[in-house]
């Protein structure tokens, strides 16, 4: 077990080796949220959509933008649209990183909500510039925590320039 674990930390550095958060790159990912792993109020679908952009203006820290469309199939909780700002540190440089980020919630024609959030993840080079990031996430609502709040798995791809 303990070779096993080693092989797949060397092959994942060995992959991933060459990956730089150097500033003045530009970043843009797109992700599937949700997926059914995420724990809410809601027990039935939960899918979204989320696109992000980035700028790194210093070695290892990337300001954020990022716009979002939530569906859930439980007709108690509406749809929901979202968008927000963020950041990013990148831990190490393979690609390990925190990030936080506040989205302003918008959801039938009369529900807002400010939601802070926080995320772990690893941004896994494919290629020089194109990545593969699962991240896990929280998102905490004040104003409707049972339906809002989600802990949850994301996947989404991102292009660093």
């Given amino acids: 077990m303990k070779k096993l ?3 797949f930390v060397a092959l ?3 992959l991933s ?4 958060f150097e500033q003045g790159k530009k970043y843009v990912g797109a ?3 949700g997926l059914d792993l995420s724990y809410s109020g809601v027990e039935d679908l939960n899918l979204g959509i989320e696109a992000k952009a980035g700028y790194l203006f210093a070695d290892n820290l990337m300001l954020t933008a990022q716009a979002a469309y939530q569906h859930n199939g439980n007709d ?3 749809d929901y649209i979202s968008v927000g700002v963020g950041g990013r540190y990148y831990i190490i440089q393979n690609g390990l990183y925190l990030g936080v980020n506040a989205k302003l919630l918008h959801a039938n024609h009369n529900y ?3 939601m802070p959030g926080i995320e772990v993840g690893y941004a896994f080079f494919v290629s020089k510039t194109v990545t593969i990031e699962p991240a896990i996430y929280y998102d905490q609502s004040f104003k409707n925590h049972s339906d809002y709040s989600k802990i949850g798995l ?3 791809f991102g292009i660093y320039l």
């Fill in 112 to 114: 807002n909500d400010v």
């Fill in 12 to 14: 994942t550095m060995t």
């Fill in 5 to 7: 674990v080693m092989l």
């Fill in 17 to 20: 080796g060459f990956a730089q």
């Fill in 154 to 156: 994301r996947v989404g």
């Fill in 31 to 33: 992700s599937l949220t």
């Fill in 76 to 78: 108690d909780v509406t």
